[in-house]
């Protein structure tokens, strides 16, 4: 069974975007960038919401090729590239870079994918992976938290129906006071 993360950068008062999209707040230090590098090195399959599969898309593909991108921003671009990758949306049409649509259902298909074989899966887009929160899908949470509050936006975790039990696996502090928090799941007691 394949491993489900679920990560991304968000503010102290717990934003992964801005209002209006904004992600103008977020500027990785090159630690926090190369971490988030070896990171996704590791992940055998992208699983991307609608907005996110647009956010990504519009700058990785060619993100290799920019003036004055780093070398660990045009090793994020390649590895970007060459991950598979599913998107989960309605109104979607095709999309390139090794990647293909589902407009189906997200859990039954995130569900079947865990349940193959493979190296670890990451859910990105707080709908999508509020989806996989609720049905108990996510075995693994890396909260990276960036010192700035947004007063609004879109949240990190969409609501939840039951309490999901964690267990603390690491914590890290970054340049500018960016602090990382990983979290596993911890098994439903009976």
Same mark, same amino acid.
Not at 28 to 42: G, M, N, Q, V, Y
Not at 165 to 170: D, G, K, M, P, S
């Given at each position: 069974?394949?491993?489900?993360?679920?990560?991304?950068?968000?503010?102290?008062?717990?934003?992964?975007?801005?209002?209006?999209?904004?992600?103008?707040?977020?500027?990785?230090?090159?630690?926090?960038?190369?971490?988030?590098?070896?990171?996704?090195?590791?992940?055998?399959?992208?699983?991307?919401?609608?907005?996110?599969?647009?956010?990504?898309?519009?700058?990785?593909?060619?993100?290799?090729?920019?003036?004055?991108?780093?070398?660990?921003?045009?090793?994020?671009?390649?590895?970007?590239?060459?991950?598979?990758?599913?998107?989960?949306?309605?109104?979607?049409?095709?999309?390139?870079?090794?990647?293909?649509?589902?407009?189906?259902?997200?859990?039954?298909?995130?569900?079947?994918?865990?349940?193959?074989?493979?190296?670890?899966? *990451?859910?990105?887009?707080?709908? $999508? &992976?509020?989806?996989?929160?609720?049905? #108990?899908? %996510?075995?693994?949470?890396?909260? +990276? @938290?960036?010192?700035?509050?947004?007063?609004?936006?879109?949240?990190?975790?969409?609501?939840?129906? *039951?309490?999901?039990?964690?267990? $603390? &696996?690491?914590?890290?502090?970054?340049? #500018?006071? %960016?602090?990382?928090?990983?979290? +596993? @799941?911890?098994?439903?007691?009976?």
């Amino acid at each position: 069974m394949r491993k489900l993360i679920f990560g991304m950068n968000l503010s102290l008062d717990g934003y992964v975007a801005a209002p209006g999209d904004d992600l103008g707040w977020s500027a990785p230090s090159d630690e926090l960038f190369e971490w988030w590098l070896e990171r996704e090195r590791a992940i055998g399959l992208f699983l991307y919401g609608r907005k996110l599969w647009e956010t990504m898309s519009s700058y990785w593909p060619t993100g290799d090729e920019q003036p004055g991108a780093t070398p660990a921003q045009v090793e994020f671009a390649r590895n970007w590239r060459d991950t598979p990758k599913v998107v989960f949306s309605s109104t979607t049409g095709e999309a390139g870079w090794n990647t293909r649509v589902v407009t189906g259902d997200a859990v039954e298909e995130i569900t079947r994918l865990k349940a193959g074989d493979g190296g670890p899966m *990451r859910v990105g887009g707080p709908a $999508l &992976a509020g989806a996989a929160v609720r049905a #108990g899908l %996510v075995d693994e949470y890396e909260i +990276v @938290t960036h010192p700035v509050l947004l007063g609004g936006g879109t949240p990190f975790f969409t609501a939840v129906d *039951r309490w999901v039990n964690l267990q $603390l &696996a690491e914590t890290r502090t970054f340049p #500018g006071g %960016v602090v990382l928090t990983r979290y +596993v @799941t911890k098994p439903a007691q009976a």
